[in-house]
């Protein structure tokens, strides 16, 4: 699959992965939503539940991540 960005989902996919990693009360996304966060492998489902996997999690909160900024180019030793 590569690298998924914030880029490569519509508004609604993106709400829908925001919402899957919200409060424990989480209202249901739509079936086409679940199935292609499954496919980008953003969440997956454990015991009838969707989580956000860690790649979901960097995706939905870019702001929680100190990292997230920071160039990716290499570095010169």
């Known amino acids: 699959m590569g690298n998924v960005v914030r880029e490569n989902?519509?508004?609604e996919e993106f709400a829908s992965l925001k919402?899957?990693?919200g409060s424990p009360a989480r209202s249901a996304i739509p079936e086409e939503h679940?199935?292609?966060?499954i496919e980008?492998?953003?969440v997956?489902?454990?015991l009838g539940v969707l989580r956000q996997t860690p790649h979901?999690?960097?995706l939905?909160?870019?702001e929680k991540d100190s990292l997230a900024g920071m160039p990716r180019g290499r570095r010169e030793r």
Do not use: M, S
């Open 9 to 11: 989902l519509t508004n």
């Open 19 to 21: 919402e899957v990693g």
């Open 34 to 37: 679940k199935k292609r966060l």
């Open 40 to 42: 980008l492998r953003l």
């Open 44 to 46: 997956k489902e454990e």
């Open 56 to 58: 979901g999690i960097f």
């Open 60 to 62: 939905a909160n870019p």
